[in-house]
């Protein structure tokens, strides 16, 4: 069973990789046989990732990018190529919250979002999927979406309409990519207190999310890791494309 996800040969790029839940897929990848890059804003974070992947047998390398910024992403992407040949498993990982609401949102909030959680994803997919094309490399495209994705959570508005947005694209461009044998998938995450959702669990939210989230409590980043590592395997995930997998500890099945 152990050769269904083996990744050995592999060349991962986790974009977003120096966050919490990001690092923690990347460092799965490596663990399962990846030559992983780390790409992000915050190298020193990005480094650290490296550091533990170097640390327990793997091979890493740290990249800076900003997906905001699409002239970065092209040129760690050159750099990548030219570090480890190509990339076969690409991992969608920034991501950006805020609590605003809807009547206070400025233009500048609602693009800063959008640039982060979706025009960035769609057009670092464009660069890396063209080349996964040209190489013929029959890739697996994995975006991190969000419960807030559908229905859209309270607090949230501009979040959960960009990665609204990510569901749509991923099942479009699974579409588009099946006849080169690209399969582009999501993770649906519950409730994990990372970096940029922090800000808005208080005590009241915290109380209305375990209220809706069967298991009753957060997820760990670690839980995470099994839920890409089958996405990125072709042995594992072949004939699986355009689809959503919830890690969310029953959040999805809740009603009331």
Known sequence: MSSLFDLSGKVAVAIGGNSVLGGSIAKGFAEHGAKVAIVGRNMEKAETVVQKIVEAGGEAKAFQADVSELDTIKQAAEDIESWAGGCDILLNAPGKNSPTPFFDLEVEEWDDIMDVNLKGLVFTIQHFAKRMIEQERKGSIINISSVSSGPPLSKVFTYSASKAGVNSVTQFLAREFAPHGIRVNAIIPGFFPAEQNRKILSEERVKS?????????????????????????????????????RVDGGFGSMTI
């Open 209 to 245: 999310i375990m209220g809706h989230t069967p298991m009753n409590r957060f997820g760990e980043p670690e839980e995470l890791q099994g839920a890409a590592i089958y996405l990125a395997s072709n042995q594992a995930s072949g004939f699986v494309t355009g689809t959503f997998l």
